[in-house]
């Protein structure tokens, strides 16, 4: 038969993150988690606790900052105290480099005030170093009580691992080619320093395991091959997507390939911001994808045509986007009263063509009149035609309907 659908998630432990009173779960079938990360410096305070508050409010459910400094990591309590202190409760997670074994252990306050730590297994030291600095920043994930993502990522790989791989491939009686040999090292890496944790006493379920890559194809292959050999939660996300509309579809197109075969339990897009563009983007990105691939629902979504010639003026255009920002507007206080509004659909079409078809599979869907044809426009609740709207302000009028059935569907 034709099915339409997709695989189910893949079996991983649960990984629960606590800030104050709120948990955020990563895996065990629990919804593919949304995040994202600030970019200003964490010890300019006042601009931190802003950025993380918008991210926050545009739907990231967790948000990661740099602690790459002393400065960086006495500011953090501050954050977490300002953000509590203006009803964000958002957990935190720390991102750590090179130095995170002392920052952690220095900074007991700082340590506390994070709800997870994000370790780099590729620059946390060389030899025994690297391991006694490891086992340093696990003993505070243990002492705390604190999930940790282990995020490995190929622009910062463990050389020696990298080194051994090769030696044993190079003894293979059918070596790898070099890319074999970089993915094996990513995920033996990711492997090894989650099992490594495990020992030191942190829980399975405390740990994420992510391995980021910068093209799709490498980023499919490898989350493939891990996902076969372990359980471990898995995050994922396309490293240095780029900018603009190329980030976003090289990060669609990696993640909803994974996603579909029930691979991934939270997800960043990485898009480096155009000049002006607001850092929430990746947000937005991050929950269209989930929600066009039916994997959660955060927003009612606009069906809309692309228009041609047949469309009579720029009030299509102007209406297909004023009524999806009045969505996403009307979000979260919709869904605090209105449980289930998300899952809303409308539809906004350009001509007699689809228009009143496609308008009639939404919830709502408004049909605007093409060259030529007559001025009235109709609206559909439900498949049926519910009212007839003339005038200059149909998108006023359209928003008043669409406040009504929201009230009467879904109060
Ligand atoms: Fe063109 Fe009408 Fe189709 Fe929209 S619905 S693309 S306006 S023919």
Redesign the pocket.
């Given at each position: 038969a034709l099915v339409s659908g997709i695989a189910p998630r893949k079996k991983t432990f649960g990984v629960i993150v606590r800030q104050g009173k709120k948990t955020v779960v990563i895996g065990n079938g629990a919804p593919v988690v949304v995040q994202s990360m600030t970019n200003t410096a964490t010890d300019d305070v006042d601009s931190t606790v802003r950025q993380v508050f918008e991210l926050a409010k545009a739907g990231s459910e967790l948000v990661r900052l740099t602690v790459n400094t002393p400065e960086a990591a006495a500011a953090v309590p501050s954050i977490r105290e300002k953000l509590d202190a203006a009803g964000c409760d958002v957990p935190l997670v720390g991102d750590f480099h090179y130095n995170g074994h002392l920052l952690l252990t220095q900074f007991p306050e700082c340590a506390k005030a994070l709800s997870k730590y994000r370790i780099n297994p590729g620059n946390v030291g060389q030899g025994a170093k690297k391991d006694a600095h490891f086992a340093d920043m696990i003993a505070v994930a243990c002492q705390y009580d604190k999930p940790v993502r282990i995020g490995v990522n190929w622009g910062s790989m463990d050389q020696a691992l990298l080194e051994r791989i090769r030696d044993e491939n190079a003894k293979r009686d059918d070596p790898w080619p070099i890319q074999g040999v970089m993915y094996e090292a990513l995920i033996t890496s990711a492997i090894e320093s989650a099992d490594r944790a495990v020992e030191l006493g942190l829980p399975a379920d405390h740990i994420v395991l992510s391995c980021k890559v910068s093209q799709v194809q490498d980023l499919i292959a490898v989350y493939r091959e891990l996902s076969n050999r372990c359980s471990y939660a898995l995050h994922l996300g396309l490293t240095e997507a780029g900018v603009g509309s190329k980030g976003i579809v090289a990060s669609v197109a990696a993640l909803s390939v994974l996603l579909q075969e029930g691979i991934g339990d939270t997800i960043r897009i990485s898009l480096t911001p155009e000049p002006g563009e607001a850092r929430t983007r990746e947000v937005v990105v991050a929950q269209e994808l989930l929600q066009t691939t039916g994997l959660r629902n955060f927003v009612p979504l606009v069906t809309?045509?692309?228009?041609?010639?047949?469309?009579s003026s720029s009030l299509?255009q102007e209406l297909a986007t004023s009524t999806q920002n009045y969505l996403r507007n009307q979000m979260p206080e919709w869904k605090e009263r209105y449980p289930g509004v998300e899952t809303m659909s409308v539809a906004v079409?350009?001509?007699?063509?689809?228009?009143p078809g496609?308008s009639r599979h939404a919830n709502i869907g408004i049909?605007?009149p093409?060259n030529g044809e007559s001025p009235a426009v109709p609206v559909f609740e439900d498949g049926q035609k519910k009212k007839t709207l003339r005038g200059d302000n149909i998108d006023k009028q359209f928003q008043k309907i669409i406040l009504e059935y929201v009230q009467s569907h879904y109060g």
């Open positions: 809309s045509c692309p228009g041609c010639g047949r469309t299509f079409m350009g001509c007699i063509v689809n228009g496609e049909s605007l093409g």
